[in-house]
């Protein structure tokens, strides 16, 4: 972070002077020593989930979720908070038991979760007002909006996205800035020299599922 503080990520325990540190967070100083610990780790897997890193900043605080949660948390110096529970009506994350049983039979439980009902493949993005979620629910793609003021989120499938703009074949959110989202989108019928460009938009609240 910008107070020279380094945080890493961790989907398995990671060992440090004959010490093993089952945290999914551990920070760092600048000499490589290990200072603090949070989120001990409730199911370990050696598979990556989508996106591979799992930290973002929205202005200038930093936070991190894991793949399996509905739950944000806001990393600060010492301590490590729940900062948001992005929860849609109708949907749910896969259960510890279910993710343990699947691992313990020695399946790969993306593939399992991709024949389930259950959320997975997350990737957030935030600004003032929303948190956006990428996701998946089975074979289906999703884009979830959770309302941070009114503390409710709703979804609707992510090819119907395509409306909210004309003579473009993509809208994908990859970043945010104030209380805008930032999107790169390919017009059809131009020149390559022209594509892609940034579109810079705000979001509704009122989108039905």
Request: proline residues 3%; aromatic residues 16%.
């Amino acid at each position: 972070d910008d107070e020279l503080n380094y945080y890493a990520y961790n989907s398995l325990p990671t060992t440090k002077s004959d010490t093993d540190f089952q945290y999914h967070i551990i920070k760092y100083n600048k000499e490589g020593e290990i200072e603090k610990t949070f989120l001990p780790i409730a199911f370990a897997s050696g598979y990556v989930m989508r996106p591979v890193h799992r930290f973002y900043k929205n202005e200038n605080r930093l936070y991190t979720y894991l793949p399996y949660s509905s739950k944000i948390y806001q990393i600060n110096p010492d301590t490590c908070i729940l900062y948001c529970d992005t929860k849609y009506e109708n949907l749910s994350y896969p259960s510890l038991d279910y993710l343990n049983s699947t691992q313990k039979a020695n399946k790969n439980y993306i593939k399992e979760l991709s024949e389930e009902d259950y959320i997975y493949n997350v990737q957030l993005f935030e600004n003032k007002e929303f948190i956006v979620s990428l996701f998946d629910v089975g074979k289906n793609h999703y884009i979830g909006l959770y309302n941070k003021n009114k503390k409710e989120g709703s979804y609707y499938l992510r090819g119907e996205q395509r409306e909210l703009l004309e003579k473009t074949d993509c809208l994908q959110i990859i970043g945010s800035y104030k209380h805008e989202f930032i999107s790169v989108i390919r017009e059809t019928n131009v020149d390559k020299e022209e594509n892609p460009k940034l579109l810079f938009f705000q979001l509704k609240d009122n989108v039905s599922k």
